[in-house]
């Protein structure tokens, strides 16, 4: 059995199908269909937006045998060899890896001739910022008189490096991160499709976590199928990104609101138990508050399908419009020093204490001491009341935040036991970059070093911010800074991704088989022709 991972197996094959790049597609249609072609085009755009597969329709577009269409026919030989891949005059390069003059050269050697059975040669360039001046030069002097059989597609993530000479001989078109509720119901296609059920807000959190890419949409959904055992859930996916429960961050800004410093400590502390990552904690206070801000001043602007908008709205009755700003910039500065803290807890516990210190006193005539913004309804702790009052080193709440180091932690900072699986379980990491590490085979390591290895189907994994994140979590965990060298090749085996979904096997062919000797079941399949459905037996633990 083999399994074809979703970002390939949905990848669009029309542009009918391409989500969220309409005004692309309308203007290349347009285009198409009025014959009107150009010799160079330009896609740019973010990681995972869809460039290289609009590409490959465009490819379609121009070489359908029915005819230069924006609907290639998707039957014809030109239209199934370029959905496999082994077109002949259509050719991919990665310019990452081949930047060098003489592989440009030898390309556009090439391009003089005539093209093989398609009506045009197709040169798709991923990535062309990358190229080296020199290949610029000689892709130039081709785009300045291109023979009339050849079309060039660019695609690039950073246009700024592109020299103006070229841009100006391209047509160009930007393409846009794609909005959340559009992954979603992508998302919800796919799932439908595959006959796998699912919890939207799930799907949505897989959305937010995909910042606009609907490649890391699709490569988490994968992940979250295997983890859910084929089924999509709001508590598994919220566990497998390492996302934070919502509910802890309005627990805090509660707190916040009724000036609680006690219980704002309390929350982070529960949050430290269950090891949750501060830094992402840190970015969902942000994507909040932001969402409060907007509750304030443009309460229409608040999607309706946002899951928490009655939470939201209740914060923003409690807060004034200049608490969020402040909190907002407090949280930000929180993240960005979160690095420099003694440890996430302090540093995260310390951007709490300030978002309370630094409340802006209600404005207004009356020289009570107290805002009357909301009644607290727990007993204001007098240290808080005090720290506040002050606005200034000022003995602080009880319980500061930098708990001593618990001692496991402190162990585990002395050495590693060569338990790879077992080290990405305890790292604090989320989203991408803790699916980067759960496809990781760990080929070596030395003191203070690791060398890794992704298998090829998941090197678009191997993002430089992904690899950092890994790291970071890796010397954190050891209390010292770690080098960790990535490589793509064969694995024997034994990612823990892979681990995870044989235990998860293992334990669904237990529990199937428990089902199965049950003589209640056996007594209903032997005299009621019942059928034991099984996907429907899920492991108890
Ligand atoms: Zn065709």
Redesign the pocket.
């Known amino acids: 059995m083999s399994y074809q991972v979703l970002a390939r197996k949905w990848r669009p094959k029309t542009f009918a199908e391409l989500a969220g790049q309409e005004h692309v597609v309308r203007a290349l249609s347009n285009a198409l269909d009025q014959q009107r072609l150009h010799h160079a085009y330009l896609l740019t755009g973010t990681r995972g937006v869809g460039k290289t597969t609009l590409a490959r329709i465009l490819a379609?577009s121009l070489n359908?045998?029915?005819g230069i269409t924006s609907t290639?026919?998707?039957?014809?030989a030109?239209?199934r060899e370029i959905d496999g891949g082994r077109f002949v005059d259509l050719l991919e390069l990665d310019a990452a890896s081949n930047t060098g003059i003489d592989n440009m050269r030898e390309v556009l050697d090439n391009a003089q001739y005539a093209p093989t059975s398609g009506r045009f040669k197709v040169y798709i360039i991923d990535e062309v910022h990358m190229l080296s001046k020199a290949a610029f030069n000689s892709m130039l002097k081709t785009l300045e008189e291109p023979p009339e059989h050849v079309k060039f597609i660019l695609a690039t993530t950073d246009p700024q490096k592109i020299p103006v000479t070229v841009l100006s001989r391209c047509l160009q078109f930007n393409l846009k991160q794609i909005p959340p509720p559009v992954i979603v119901g992508h998302l919800q296609q796919v799932l439908q499709q595959e006959a796998i059920e699912f919890e939207t807000p799930a799907l949505q959190l897989l959305a937010r976590a995909a910042s606009g890419s609907m490649r890391d949409a699709l490569s988490l959904l994968d992940q979250a199928i295997a983890h859910g055992a084929g089924r999509v859930e709001e508590a598994g996916v919220r566990f497998m990104l390492g996302s934070i429960d919502q509910t802890y961050l309005f627990a805090i800004l509660r707190a916040l609101a009724a000036q609680d410093g006690a219980e704002l400590m309390a929350q982070a502390q529960r949050m430290e138990e269950r090891s949750l990552s501060f830094d992402a904690a840190l970015q969902d206070m942000g994507t909040l508050l932001h969402q409060i801000a907007l509750a304030q001043t443009v309460p229409e602007a608040l999607a309706d399908d946002v899951p928490e908008r009655a939470d939201i709205l209740a914060l923003a009755q409690a807060f004034g419009a200049e608490d969020v700003q402040l909190y907002y910039q407090i949280v930000l500065h929180g993240r960005r020093d979160l690095g420099l803290a003694p440890d996430e807890l302090a540093g995260f516990g310390m951007t709490l204490l300030r978002m309370l210190a630094f409340t802006p006193q209600a404005t207004g005539s009356s020289p009570a001491p107290q805002p009357q913004r909301k009644p607290a309804p727990a007993p204001v702790p007098a240290a808080a009341i005090e720290y506040r009052a002050a606005a200034a080193p000022a003995p602080v709440v009880e319980e500061p935040a930098p708990a001593p180091v618990p001692t496991d932690t402190a162990a585990a900072a002395s050495a590693f036991d060569g338990d790879w699986p077992a080290l990405v379980g305890k790292l604090k990491l989320g989203g991408m970059a803790k699916m980067l590490a759960q496809h990781c085979e760990l080929k070596s390591a030395g003191a203070g070093h690791f060398a890794l290895c992704v298998p090829e189907e998941h090197k678009h994994l191997l993002e430089k911010v992904y690899q950092e994140r890994l790291k970071t979590a890796i010397g954190e965990h050891f209390g010292q800074p770690w080098r960790v060298d990535f490589a793509v090749g064969a694995v024997t085996g034994v990612t823990p991704a892979v681990l995870e979904s044989r235990d998860k096997q293992a334990k669904q062919a237990e529990a199937i088989a428990a089902i199965e000797q049950d003589t209640f079941v056996r007594e209903l399949v032997e005299n009621f022709d019942a059928k034991v459905v099984e996907s429907s037996i899920k492991p108890i633990h």
């Open positions: 379609k359908c045998e029915s290639p026919c998707g039957q014809c030109a239209c």
